[in-house]
């Protein structure tokens, strides 16, 4: 098999407009690459950055037949741009991930599925494809449960709680009746996330698994050594999303999270194929970011594993930050952030700040994991 190296001077696409598709473009420019982006938003944050701006729906046909003939090869920030958007791009461009793996991981029932063949325990769960599954009496033993739409959720979004079989009617209709997983809800010890990325070649690097502390079922912060992934829980994460990786035969970057329950077991809860939220640590902890490996991957160039050189907090800044109590919109002080050793400021260009919304993230770095935690609450506290 050839592996075509895309030098530098080259376009890339990137499928997608928002934080991760800038922190791509900002990573491939600095490689020397230029950057194209589809996104129907005028404003967005990779519009805001990138040579090219296709402001178009990622189905266009024109925009998409622009898009393979400027770019010698293109990514995604965002899973769910339509399957036929996908397979076409697939056919006629070099695309990573492949159509394939990213249609697994549109689909919550398909990634169980893949977790599953490949031996990865995953929540125990159901799917429920019409009304006679959300009706069906066996779902009890699922309950109290999560359901969540098979397709198109994030950030807890397309997710209701239900404890007994009439709530799980109720809400798969509240749903709107489209597909859904219905997962038993389980008492969560921890959470993490393997970031890793896999080359043309097969080869697969990865960061060391971060520790996610998510509130209202968005992402707060990671912590990158978090103070109690125990070696062997670790390992065994690693394995997983190594084997999910080779699974697909996946190129490009791909994180992988997962629950630690009560008793120590390691469970796969979702995968994104792009990088994650949870890795953003890595732009300023590491000494490739999980953009870099994303460039890396795609334009074939070679893998070497990342080396953290710092202990990293990354906390999420969401819009509810821009409001006073009283509900008035305001800057946050960042003087008081920035004042504090070891904080990197990264925010996104969004205009509008909306509760829930991710604006920004800051990561503290320190030598110690302790001073980097001791860091991130001193800066929660003047954030206020
Ligand atoms: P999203 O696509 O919105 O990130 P997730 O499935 O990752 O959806 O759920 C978001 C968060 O909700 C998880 O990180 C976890 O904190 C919680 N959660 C999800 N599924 C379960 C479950 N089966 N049991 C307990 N908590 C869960
Ligand atoms: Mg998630």
Redesign the pocket.
């Known amino acids: 098999m050839t592996i075509d190296y895309i030098a530098p001077g080259s376009s890339l696409g990137v499928l997608g407009g928002g934080q991760l598709g800038r922190m791509f473009a900002q990573a491939a420019q600095e490689a020397g690459y230029q950057v194209h982006v589809l996104e129907p938003d005028a404003h967005a944050p990779a519009a805001q950055v990138t040579a090219t701006h296709l402001r178009a729906a990622y189905d266009d046909t024109d925009a998409l037949h622009a898009l393979a003939r400027a770019a010698a090869a293109v990514t995604l920030e965002f899973e769910n741009v339509p399957a036929s958007a996908l397979e076409w791009l697939d056919a006629h461009v070099q695309l990573a991930p492949h159509a394939p793996a990213v249609a697994v991981c549109q689909d919550r029932a398909a990634e169980k599925a893949l977790f599953t063949r490949l031996g990865v325990p995953c ?1 125990p769960h159901a799917v429920i494809a019409c009304e006679q599954d959300a009706r069906d009496p066996r779902q009890a033993s699922l309950l109290p449960g ?1 359901l ?1 739409t098979a397709r198109m ?5 397309g ?1 209701v709680g239900v404890r007994t079989l009439a709530e799980l009617a109720e809400a798969w209709n509240a749903l709107g009746g489209v597909t859904c997983v219905l ?4 008492v ?1 010890r921890l ?1 993490l996330s393997v970031v890793l990325a896999r080359g043309r070649d097969g080869r697969i690097v990865h960061y060391p698994p971060q520790q ?1 502390l ?1 509130r209202g ?1 968005i992402l707060f912060a990671s912590f990158a050594p978090g103070a109690e992934l125990d070696e062997a829980t670790v390992c065994r994460a690693i394995d997983a999303a190594h084997a999910i990786a080779q699974g697909l035969e996946y190129v490009g970057v791909l994180c992988v ?1 997962f ?1 630690v329950l009560g008793d120590g077991s390691l469970v796969a ?2 995968m994104a194929p792009r990088p994650h939220n949870s890795g953003h640590h890595t732009i300023d902890s590491c000494d490739q970011s999980q953009f870099d490996l994303q460039v890396r991957a795609l334009v074939g160039a070679p893998l070497i594993e990342p080396r953290q050189h710092s202990a990293a907090v990354m906390l999420n800044l969401l819009g509810e930050l821009w409001f006073d109590a009283g509900g008035r919109l305001r800057e946050p002080d960042w003087q008081a952030v920035l004042a504090l050793p070891g904080a990197h400021l990264h925010l996104y260009g969004k205009r509008e700040p909306r509760p829930g919304r991710k604006m920004g993230h800051l990561t503290f770095t320190a030598q110690q994991a302790d001073e980097a935690r001791a860091r991130a609450l001193r800066a929660c506290a003047a954030l206020g």
Do not use: P, S, T, V
């Open positions: 929540a999560i969540k959720g994030y950030d807890g979004k997710q997962e038993q809800r389980l969560l959470e996610n998510h079922g999270e629950f809860n979702e």
